[in-house]
């Protein structure tokens, strides 16, 4: 059998066509070939023969029969019937494929197909004469028999695409297809009908439809050559097009963002969703929807930015390289969420862009603070006015990566109302279970979050839930010693405030002492976010002086930093002078740092009332209880002191509400100082929570609490057994200046305090 492959020939069966000798490569065709079999394979795509490949091919061929060859070398070819291939062999002599005969499904009244084919064809020869096409075409016409001889041969005029030529071969049903070639003759007429008048009358409103989808087509044609021509004035419609073909959308994406943009086509520019579809399809395009690309991770730079960027932070630091290694060796994104726990201006976000910059990534901050509506995460359905997607979308458009390293600030400020729950929408995002396909509801179809390296930061844990904080590794942030903070204000802060105020390197001296004296007097934080501010000030004001041209350089000691910053008005606690009866310094955790804190008590006259002072809150007032009972027990001596007398209990300062259980062992102290008149020396303070037993409970935020012992001169600090490995993250300095006693019983503070 013969092989013929054929790309934009339209061949049905029963109709007669002419080749010349040149089409049969294979062999020399003679007239010995009479009769002999073909097989015509349709392709999808214009190639040529040496490049053809089995993929090339439509499944559904067309057998026929040569039937003459004439003395000018012209081969007379008659289809037969469709056919069905299969095991299609391409070689460079042949092409080979297994045909099953696929008949027609003869659905068509003889009488119905005479009428439609009689009408067309007085149609065409009205058409031949108005067109002047000449009396060879009307004979042409005279000479068709059915439908299938009228597509084939006009199938070079039609204006339908290669493929809806395809599906005329491809059409089962008899009277299916006669019905898409009557449709696409009609069209036909009316394509060459616009273009040669302007207006023409209609008929019926049959033809109507045939005319607008004639110019529907004829437009789309013409305003693609524009759009060829002038790129930058491209439509909409094409535009959203060429973006939706070359995004790399999955399935699902392609098939919606498609459907958005045939409803654009309809509404036109003047229809009044026309906008909401615009945004909803120049959203989904400008997501990265193609797998980025691994980038080679180098550890010793990225150690190396996490230093330069980042001072102190040790622990914090080598957890990151972790992380960073793991992924390195599995190739792709992997690990836990990390959360970044610790007070403001400690580094928490800021290291996020060093993470991003160390794995070469698109970096972007979403801040969650204050959210209170699930949408606000997962988005709003397009069903509401002003839909917007949700932040976590957001943030993947603005980072223009499919990979990029996402800072969730402060978790711990979630809120929840009648809008929801967005602590539980954050669940599905930072499970890589299920982030994988991530359904922002403005979208409706799923993304993929699993490439993202997502890292949060929260001031504390005690407001996140439960669920959501199973899903992270918290890491804590510990605040900086007044030595790490004097270095990140020589190295970081100091240059970045020149360098935004224009001051030159040789204009300005700020003097160690100086730094020491802003970060002692001027600031009460555990980050730097305070220093910051204070450093920003002191340049802008000597950028005054400077443009003033009062001094060409300046030098900042540690007198003149009252003439920049003016009267500190910080102070910070220090220790008491004198020990005083029933009263002992404790040790708080704050949002911003540690603070001491001073517990007093006293006896007045009365008839054993308790009061309460300082706005304790209800734990620690729970403590205060605990600590009465306790001093009853270990001094039953003295338990008539709290008959005969009414007792008051006083946290300084009482206008800043204070809670929290580790004031359990400082209450039991200050009361026992109380009853039996000794004094605690001035040096000493105490953290630890207390329980009924007399045993000395763990308590957290034991780095920043004795990093602000060493700051109000305490030498030695009591604290649970049980936090005795949270030593190891404690500064070196802080240890040093400090004499930590780990006790498990009250009993033993009493002892080494009141003797």
Request: with cysteine; aromatic share 6%.
């Amino acid at each position: 059998m013969i092989t013929i492959p054929v790309y934009d020939l339209l061949v049905l069966p029963g109709v007669s066509f002419y080749f010349k000798k040149d089409m049969f490569p294979a062999r020399k065709i003679t007239s010995e070939d009479i009769g002999e079999d073909v097989l015509f394979l349709v392709l999808k795509e214009e190639k040529d023969r040496k490049d053809l490949v089995p993929e090339d091919f439509y499944p559904i061929g067309v057998s026929a029969k040569i039937e003459s060859i004439d003395e000018e070398g012209t081969v007379r070819v008659t289809a037969k019937t469709r056919v069905s291939l299969s095991d299609i062999e391409v070689t460079e002599e042949s092409i080979t494929a297994e045909a099953s005969i696929l008949p027609d499904v003869d659905d068509l009244d003889e009488e119905e197909e005479k009428e439609h084919f009689a009408r067309i064809r007085e149609e065409l020869l009205d058409f031949t004469k108005n067109f002047n096409w000449g009396m060879w075409a009307r004979a042409m016409i005279l000479r068709w028999k059915n439908f299938d001889e009228v597509a084939c041969a006009l199938a070079g005029y039609l204006s339908i695409p290669w493929e809806e030529k395809y599906e005329l071969m491809e059409e089962n049903s008899r009277k299916a297809r006669m019905e898409k070639i009557e449709r696409a003759v009609y069209e036909l007429i009316a394509v060459y009908q616009v273009g040669e008048e302007a207006e023409t009358a209609q008929k019926d409103s049959n033809s109507q439809l045939y005319r607008e989808s004639a110019l529907k087509k004829q437009i789309e044609f013409l305003q693609k050559q524009l759009d060829e021509m002038h790129p930058e004035n491209i439509s909409d419609v094409r535009r959203f097009e060429t973006k939706i073909a070359e995004s790399g959308m999955n399935e699902e994406a392609k098939r919606e963002a498609e459907k958005v943009l045939n409803r654009m086509k309809q509404e036109g520019k003047d229809g009044h969703e026309y906008g909401m579809l615009y945004d909803y399809l120049d959203f989904v395009t400008s997501l990265s929807w193609k797998p980025e690309e691994m980038v080679p991770i180098d550890l010793d730079e990225a150690e190396q930015i996490l230093e330069e960027d980042h001072y102190g932070l040790k622990k914090v630091k080598e957890r990151i390289i972790q992380q960073i290694a793991v992924m390195a060796l599995n190739k792709k994104q992997s690990g836990s969420i990390l959360l970044f726990v610790g007070a403001p201006g400690t580094g928490k976000t800021s290291i996020g862009q060093s993470i991003a910059k160390a794995l070469h990534r698109s970096y972007v901050r979403i801040s969650l603070g204050g959210i209170r509506d699930e949408a606000e995460i997962r988005g709003h359905r397009r069903t509401y006015i002003g839909a917007m997607p949700g932040r976590i979308m957001e943030g993947m458009k603005r980072s223009g990566a499919s990979n990029p390293v996402m800072v969730l600030d402060e978790v711990d400020k979630l809120a929840k109302d009648y809008g929801g729950d967005p602590a539980s929408a954050l669940l599905e995002v930072l499970d890589p279970e299920q982030n994988s396909t991530f359904t922002d509801h403005y979208m409706n179809v799923p993304y993929d979050l699993s490439n993202v390296l997502f890292v949060c930061t929260a001031n504390t844990i005690d407001t996140i839930p439960e669920p959501l904080l199973n899903r992270m590794e918290v890491i804590q942030f510990p605040g900086y010693t007044a030595s790490e903070k004097e270095q990140i204000a020589k190295r970081h802060l100091l240059p970045r405030a020149m360098e935004s105020t224009g001051i030159q390197p040789k204009e300005l001296k700020v003097s160690d002492k100086a730094v020491a004296r802003i970060i002692s007097e001027y600031t009460a934080e555990a980050g730097v976010r305070g220093l910051k501010k204070q450093i920003d000030t002191l340049c802008r004001y000597a950028a005054v002086q400077l443009v003033r041209g009062k001094q060409k350089t300046i030098t900042v000691s540690a007198k003149r930093v009252p003439e920049f910053l003016g009267r500190n008005v910080l102070r910070h606690d220090r220790i008491m002078s004198t020990p005083q009866t029933g009263v002992v310094t404790g040790l708080a955790w704050t949002q911003a740092g540690g603070e001491i804190l001073f517990i007093e008590t006293a006896f007045t006259k009365g008839n054993g009332e308790i009061t309460i002072t300082g706005q304790l809150g209800d734990v620690m007032q729970e403590s205060a209880k605990i600590a009465i009972t306790l001093v009853k027990e270990l001094y039953p001596d003295k338990a008539e002191k709290f008959k005969e007398n009414s007792l008051h209990i006083h946290v300084p300062s009482g206008a800043v509400p204070k809670d929290g259980p580790s004031a359990g062992i400082t209450l039991v102290t200050a009361l026992s100082s109380l009853v039996t008149g000794k004094k605690v020396p001035v040096d000493v303070a105490m953290t630890g929570e207390v329980s009924l037993r007399g045993l000395v409970m763990p308590i957290g935020g034991l780095p920043e609490k004795l990093m602000a012992a060493v700051r109000a001169g305490v030498k030695r600090v009591f604290i649970p057994h049980d936090n005795v490995q949270d030593l190891e993250d404690v500064p070196v300095e802080v240890k040093e200046k400090l004499e930590i006693i780990p006790v498990k019983k009250v009993k033993e503070v009493l002892e080494q305090t009141l003797g």
